[in-house]
């Protein structure tokens, strides 16, 4: 199995940074898709960014230009460097595992973009 632990969110002002980081541990796989997904209170989740083994990437067009999403397969470590934040931007991030028949999300962790 695979556990996620997520951290770097928090309280961040309008156009502010923030750097998610959510480490993978327990059983490695040599192909995984390793992801951003948030849920902003009464919305469905929705995707954010994925990062491939091989570092493809893919964003939502809400990230596009902001956002990075990039991975350290010697640590099973992602991250998502977060610039010019929006109060739009609010809501709880969750880290993603997906390799073929397995699919792991994290606890989530809250981003709240306020001044």
């Known amino acids: 199995q695979v556990q996620l632990v997520e951290s770097g969110g928090g309280l961040v002002q309008p156009g502010g940074s923030l750097r998610l980081s959510c480490a993978a541990s327990?059983?490695?796989?040599?192909?995984?898709?390793m992801g951003w997904y948030r849920q902003a209170p009464g919305d469905q989740r929705e995707l954010v960014a994925t990062?491939?083994?091989?570092?493809?990437?893919n964003y939502a067009d809400s990230a596009k230009g902001r956002f990075t999403i990039s991975r350290d397969n010697a640590k099973n470590t992602v991250y998502l460097q977060m610039n010019s934040l929006k109060p739009e931007d609010t809501a709880v991030y969750y880290c993603n595992f997906w390799t073929p028949g397995l699919d792991i999300w994290g606890q989530g962790t809250q981003v709240t973009v306020s001044s």
């Open positions: 990062i491939t083994t091989n570092d493809r990437t």
């Open positions: 327990g059983r490695s796989f040599s192909a995984n898709v």
